[in-house]
């Protein structure tokens, strides 16, 4: 009886997983068809709210239905949603015309972190370029490794820019490996945010500012983001900001 009631479980639980996506990818695809109909007959804010239900950390690479919604935004005029959209587009798709895009609007509205700099040409260049990196660096170490077992093999001493080639190889590879996690970037969300000293409700206010900033996080600190603000390090609510 135990094993009857115990595969039946396991039934239940695989029809579970297998069906229960589809549904919701099913809900999903209709809701998004409807989005689409309304943007094509100019209804926006109706659109705009159909597509933001559906936008999950699984859409941020759908172009498409993020270039509507940075459009939609803009039609709305709430240009710190505008910001963030663009701002995800630049995370798949980077351009010059993008960043300047940004700029010109973040300037209208006196919001930082929207600067067109050289951050701004190496994200450019690391997000077109760098899925070749692992394979310029594989080649790079296999050449050390075999200078280093030629070396060894016939007893001589290894050279100083050997030595600092290897050097570098780690140190570029710890930066590559680190990259993601040292240039994650948020939005600011809430028109009334305190930036403090320290992690906690309790530490001085070293500024107060609204919405749509875009700021750099360091780490987080319980629910806490540290954060660069004016060259200095703060601290910001998770829940005043959007990661991007």
């Given at each position: 009886m135990q094993v009857l009631v115990i595969k039946y479980l396991r039934f239940c639980i695989f029809m579970g997983l297998f069906f229960t996506p589809k549904w919701a990818f099913s809900r999903d695809i209709a809701a998004l068809k409807e989005a689409d109909s309304l943007f094509a007959m100019a209804q926006y804010t109706e659109a705009l709210s159909l597509y933001k239900k559906n936008f999950t950390n699984s859409e941020k690479n759908n172009q498409p239905m993020v270039l509507k919604l940075a459009f939609l935004s803009e039609r709305t005029g709430n240009y710190s949603d505008v910001l963030f959209y663009l701002s995800q587009l630049a995370l798949v798709n980077p351009s010059r015309t993008l960043f300047e895009k940004m700029d010109k609007m973040a300037s209208e509205h006196n919001l930082k972190g929207y600067d067109f700099n050289d951050y701004s040409y190496f994200i450019i260049f690391y997000r077109r370029y760098g899925a070749y990196l692992p394979l310029l660096l594989l080649v790079f170490g296999a050449y050390i490794i075999y200078i280093m077992y030629w070396k060894t093999k016939r007893r001589q001493g290894i050279l100083i820019v050997h030595k600092l080639s290897i050097l570098t190889?780690?140190?570029?590879?710890?930066?590559?490996?680190?990259?993601?996690?040292?240039?994650?970037?948020?939005?600011?969300?809430?028109?009334?945010?305190?930036?403090?000293?320290?992690?906690?409700?309790?530490?001085?206010?070293?500024?107060?500012?609204?919405?749509?900033?875009?700021?750099?996080?360091?780490?987080?600190?319980?629910?806490?983001?540290?954060?660069?603000?004016?060259?200095?390090?703060?601290?910001?609510?998770?829940?005043?900001?959007?990661?991007?």
């Amino acid at each position: 009886m135990q094993v009857l009631v115990i595969k039946y479980l396991r039934f239940c639980i695989f029809m579970g997983l297998f069906f229960t996506p589809k549904w919701a990818f099913s809900r999903d695809i209709a809701a998004l068809k409807e989005a689409d109909s309304l943007f094509a007959m100019a209804q926006y804010t109706e659109a705009l709210s159909l597509y933001k239900k559906n936008f999950t950390n699984s859409e941020k690479n759908n172009q498409p239905m993020v270039l509507k919604l940075a459009f939609l935004s803009e039609r709305t005029g709430n240009y710190s949603d505008v910001l963030f959209y663009l701002s995800q587009l630049a995370l798949v798709n980077p351009s010059r015309t993008l960043f300047e895009k940004m700029d010109k609007m973040a300037s209208e509205h006196n919001l930082k972190g929207y600067d067109f700099n050289d951050y701004s040409y190496f994200i450019i260049f690391y997000r077109r370029y760098g899925a070749y990196l692992p394979l310029l660096l594989l080649v790079f170490g296999a050449y050390i490794i075999y200078i280093m077992y030629w070396k060894t093999k016939r007893r001589q001493g290894i050279l100083i820019v050997h030595k600092l080639s290897i050097l570098t190889y780690l140190l570029v590879v710890g930066v590559i490996i680190n990259l993601p996690s040292l240039y994650r970037s948020a939005v600011i969300t809430n028109p009334k945010t305190f930036l403090r000293e320290n992690p906690t409700a309790a530490a001085s206010v070293v500024d107060r500012v609204g919405k749509g900033h875009r700021v750099t996080i360091l780490g987080s600190v319980d629910h806490w983001y540290r954060i660069i603000w004016n060259n200095s390090i703060v601290y910001i609510r998770h829940s005043d900001v959007r990661n991007i």
